[in-house]
């Protein structure tokens, strides 16, 4: 199966407040690697992304004593029947032999469940929400800024309170050769999701019409993934790549995956300036996002027989 060197960009330079000629051209440098990885991949990696390593392995360690339990202690932890988003743990509906689990953590929609046990796991999920989230803002203001030179703050606002951003956990446990698709085929549909998987690796992009492994990162590099909102408020300049986990043989796998979504109620469209502002026609007709994420959600909760089937942006084409 081919290969292909994932596009890195180090963050350090936009974390450092100096301002010599050294750094605009490695910013310059890395605005370049970004730029081009939104348009030709939709998926990127970044590094010295201030996100503590110890803490990531802190909290992939407690979240695999969490999945290991017996179902009986982690269904203490079920999403509340009438929560709007499935908050706590769950069963995920993406995988057709249904061998993938996660635990949702969801702090502002107000019905967050968060587990007991290990006890240490509440904190550790609330400090890498809080990492995360620097994160993620970080990334969203230099492609809104410095790669697509959108007013500042455009995307921001669209994120407005950051209430609908959400920490998934994921579980995949072991399988034999015969039930490995830990997760169906499917583009993210936020606006960004930040990517951490343990080292069972198992997460593949389609390139080309083939799928391309992602090796599990040694120097605790992010993978950073381009949502459907960013390809739709760009009319397709930015692409959302297709991809899917195929779960490793005779072990389990543990990933994190931080959804950087726009407000609910915002209305979602080709921004001006990749249309009207350079004659071009919108791909897209007008929705909002809590419309898009609740046909998604019922594709979860409702699997289709085939990844065809499945609600995606394309229902919004025009
Ligand atoms: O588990 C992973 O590595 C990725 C999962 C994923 O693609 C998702 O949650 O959208
Ligand atoms: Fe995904």
Redesign the pocket.
């Known amino acids: 199966m081919a290969n292909i060197e994932i596009p890195t960009v180090d963050l350090s330079h936009f974390l450092s407040n100096s301002q010599g000629d050294e750094i605009i051209d490695a910013r310059k440098r890395a605005i370049g690697i970004m730029s081009k990885a939104c348009s030709d991949y939709g998926f990127f990696y970044v590094i010295n992304h201030g996100v503590s390593q110890k803490h990531l392995n802190r909290a992939l360690q407690l979240s695999k004593i969490f999945f290991e339990y017996p179902q009986e202690e982690k269904l203490k932890c079920k999403p509340k029947p009438e929560a709007p988003f499935p908050a706590g743990y769950s069963q995920a509906k993406t995988s057709v032999e249904n061998n993938a689990y996660f635990l949702m953590f969801h702090p502002r929609c107000g019905f967050n469940v968060f587990p007991t046990n290990p006890p240490e796991l509440k904190e550790t999920q609330e400090e890498m929400f809080s990492q995360f989230s620097k994160l993620s803002e970080l990334i969203a203001e230099i492609i809104n800024d410095d790669c697509l030179g959108l007013p500042h703050n455009l995307l921001k606002e669209y994120i407005d309170d950051s209430s609908w951003n959400l920490l998934l956990t994921n579980y995949y446990p072991s399988v034999s050769d015969a039930q490995n698709v830990g ?1 169906l085929q ?3 549909c936020n606006c960004l ?1 930040l ?1 951490v998987q343990d080292d069972a690796g198992g997460l593949e992009y389609l390139i080309n019409g083939e799928w391309i492994p992602i090796i599990p990162p040694k120097s605790g590099e992010i993978l950073v ?1 381009v949502g459907d909102i960013l390809q739709v408020f760009t009319n397709d300049k930015y692409k959302s790549t297709l ?1 899917r986990v195929v779960s490793p043989e005779g072990r389990s796998r543990n990933s994190f ?1 931080y959804s950087y979504n726009v407000h609910g109620d915002k209305w979602i469209e080709p921004l001006p300036q990749f249309t009207t502002e350079i004659q071009e026609l919108p791909k897209y007709r007008r929705f909002t996002y809590k419309e898009y994420l609740s046909l998604r959600l019922s594709n979860k909760q409702n699997p289709s027989q085939t990844p065809e089937d499945a609600v995606t942006i394309a229902y919004y084409e025009i």
């Open positions: 997760m499917h583009k993210d999701s990517v993934n991809h995956v």
